[in-house]
């Protein structure tokens, strides 16, 4: 039940985001950066949907913001990330297309821009993968102070 609320909780952020026009000083000087948090792991499962939270905390306006998740192949066939949808296009992530082989893990980005944005943020990433059985999602979160 948590899990649901949480993600009514999240679409409603994602369905604002977006949607608030982008002024001349949003476009100021933009600070990149790189966190990487032990424990932003997706385990990819056959039959099973794999889910990460990403919590950006407080984050400054005008920034560029970036999470480091390992995907890790637990099936027992190479699978390869093929691409994404978001609720919102302050959201994106980055990854290559090579085959992540059975047992291995491949590092990807999750970068958020804040410039047009303020207050709570919350969005949907939905991942494609070669393996129709392995769903994967990111749900991210952060705040713009």
């Not at 990487?36 to 499962?45: I, Q, R, S």
């Not at 949907?49 to 999470?67: H, Q």
């Not at 995907?71 to 190479?78: G, K, M, Q, S, Y």
């Given at each position: 039940?948590?899990?649901?609320?949480?993600?009514?909780?999240?679409?409603?952020?994602?369905m604002?985001?977006?949607?608030?026009?982008?002024?001349?000083?949003?476009?100021?000087?933009?600070?990149e950066?790189?966190?990487?948090?032990?424990?932003?792991?997706?385990?990819?499962?056959?039959?099973?949907?794999a889910?990460?939270?990403?919590?950006?905390?407080?984050?400054?306006?005008?920034?560029?913001?970036?999470?480091?998740i390992s995907?890790?192949?637990?099936?027992?066939?190479?699978?390869?990330?093929?691409?994404?949808e978001?609720?919102?296009?302050?959201?994106?992530?980055?990854?290559?297309h090579?085959?992540?082989g059975?047992?291995?893990?491949?590092?990807?980005?999750?970068?958020?821009?804040?410039?047009?944005?303020?207050?709570?943020?919350?969005?949907?990433?939905?991942?494609?993968?070669?393996?129709?059985?392995c769903?994967?999602?990111?749900?991210?979160?952060?705040?713009?102070?």
């Amino acid at each position: 039940m948590t899990r649901y609320v949480a993600l009514l909780a999240l679409v409603l952020f994602a369905m604002a985001c977006g949607q608030k026009q982008k002024q001349a000083a949003d476009y100021g000087v933009v600070e990149e950066l790189a966190t990487v948090d032990e424990g932003l792991v997706a385990e990819l499962v056959e039959g099973c949907t794999a889910e990460v939270m990403v919590d950006f905390g407080d984050v400054e306006p005008r920034s560029v913001v970036s999470k480091t998740i390992s995907v890790v192949n637990a099936t027992d066939e190479p699978i390869v990330l093929l691409d994404f949808e978001t609720t919102c296009r302050c959201t994106t992530l980055e990854f290559d297309h090579r085959p992540i082989g059975v047992g291995e893990s491949r590092d990807i980005t999750l970068t958020f821009d804040s410039r047009g944005e303020w207050g709570g943020i919350g969005n949907f990433l939905s991942v494609e993968t070669s393996n129709e059985e392995c769903a994967f999602v990111v749900w991210m979160s952060a705040y713009i102070e």
